[in-house]
């Protein structure tokens, strides 16, 4: 079996496939598993809960207890364990993956499928052993853009009705924080932390943060752009005293298609630009940064959405507000909608209330397998952020945890269909796959 990224979704399916007794080899351009999580640095995981109770377990819990056990992964006073750091997140995923009898292939790219009718044959690739072709009875796409899927004919769509996408990010952290004093300010000024280990503070222009009247002030002294203040938000990190990791800048809007290799160049030099500026108001405005340094760069752009492949089922909007349950589920989501919009006036689009079911505390809507098989072709199955769902939909379900639960489905699927079905990924029963994932811990 071969898996084509070995991001957040794609390292948890390797993981999975390979327990489920599949010979497993995961294609990853970079040189560490995680994706999202590690190399773009999206740090911590963001929460998605029911009645006060995760809703991603399985392999996800297995993930947050061995950081935890070395130290690079928190739980705070409110029991949020979804604290961790992305280098040691590396180390985690790659010992899971070895551990279970799969093999990785880093620095190697999917240059293009080989077909044979309605079956992928082989993937070519490249890397410094040049162009390879590598053959296996079932694929999994999970190159976050659907690169395999869409090379293969599958149906797609991307980005809104008028075909933009959300914007993207371009991470950092900030080294040399006291963050102590930093904390201690905060507190005192409209942003309650719990202590210096678990810090979150934001800004968005016109959503009364009290950090608005330093953002003001910075753009009007030339330190920030008016756009630096769309989207400010900044995160403590388990492991690494006196550093804060920002989910922030975001790119400029014209710069919004992940798929664009010219989108892409273009977003590493925006961002870091950016940066630069970001940097110089937090040592001027932010007490406890005046001795702070640039930690890192993530060093992948952040790609909140592109392509969304046209699968067996696309999950709607309306499945999600009205808690639309499925016999073949394999994840419950109760994570808001959240679009990064690009647009004139659209700063951010995120709900968290409503008079939809959706919106009680105890709600949560399920994604069947179905959304992860694509149409057209018959041993590929494509879980993450590129599943088959709506624009609106996909803003909620393309957080990290998601990604992992649709990514474990996928590895015990596909390890099952090239076990029994010749890689024939929709004769597997996905009813009988959701017993198989409970009986593993997943809550489905």
Not at 153 to 166: I, M, S, T, W, Y
Request: with cysteine.
């Amino acid at each position: 079996m071969l898996v084509a990224g070995g991001g957040t979704a794609g390292a948890i399916a390797g993981v999975a496939a390979a327990r489920a007794g599949a010979r497993v080899l995961v294609l990853e351009a970079q040189g560490s598993l995680g994706g999202s999580g590690t190399n773009a640095w999206v740090t911590p995981l963001m929460k998605n809960v029911s009645a006060g109770q995760n809703l991603n377990r399985g392999l996800t819990d297995e993930l947050k207890a061995r950081l935890l056990a070395r130290g690079d992964g928190a739980r705070d006073q409110n029991g949020n364990d979804n604290w961790f750091n992305p280098e040691g997140l590396k180390y985690v995923l790659e010992r899971l993956l070895i551990e279970a009898g799969g093999e990785v292939l880093y620095h190697t790219s999917v240059v293009a499928p080989v077909l044979d009718g309605e079956r992928i044959r082989s993937l070519v690739v490249h890397n410094k052993g040049g162009l390879q072709g590598l053959e296996a009875d079932v694929f999994i796409d999970a190159t976050g853009d659907a690169d395999v899927a869409a090379a293969a004919g599958v149906p797609f769509h991307a980005g809104d009705e008028d075909g933009l996408h959300q914007a993207m990010s371009l991470r950092f952290s900030l080294a040399g924080v006291d963050l102590e004093r930093l904390c201690a300010f905060l507190s005192a000024n409209g942003q309650w932390q719990e202590s210096p280990r678990f810090m979150h503070f934001w800004m968005v222009w016109g959503k009364k943060s009290s950090l608005e009247p330093l953002f003001k002030q910075a753009v009007a002294d030339g330190v920030l752009q008016e756009r630096d203040g769309d989207y400010f938000q900044a995160f403590s990190v388990p492991g690494r005293p006196n550093e804060l990791s920002f989910n922030c800048p975001r790119i400029r809007a014209d710069l919004n298609d992940g798929t664009d290799p010219w989108h892409l160049s273009g977003a590493q030099t925006d961002g870091r630009e950016a940066i630069e500026r970001l940097i110089r108001f937090s040592k001027t405005s932010l007490p406890g940064c005046q001795d702070a340094y640039l930690g890192s760069y993530a060093p992948m752009v952040g790609v909140r959405e592109t392509r969304r492949i046209v699968g067996d089922y696309t999950l709607t909007l309306s499945d999600m507000l009205d808690c639309r349950k499925f016999e073949d589920s394999i994840c419950k989501n109760h994570y808001p909608v959240d679009i990064h919009s690009v647009k004139g006036g659209a700063k951010l689009l995120h709900e968290r209330e409503g008079t939809a079911p959706y919106f009680a505390p105890d709600a949560y809507h399920e994604l069947p397998y179905r959304c992860i098989v694509p149409q057209g072709i018959r041993n590929l199955l494509v879980p993450g952020r590129a599943a088959s769902s709506t624009f609106e939909a996909q803003s909620s379900i393309r957080v990290q945890q998601n990604c992992h639960s649709m990514g474990e489905a996928a590895g015990v699927a596909a390890a099952w269909a090239a076990r029994e079905y010749g890689g024939e990924v929709r004769r597997v029963d996905g009813t009988a796959l959701r017993e198989k994932l409970r009986a593993l811990g997943a809550n489905v």
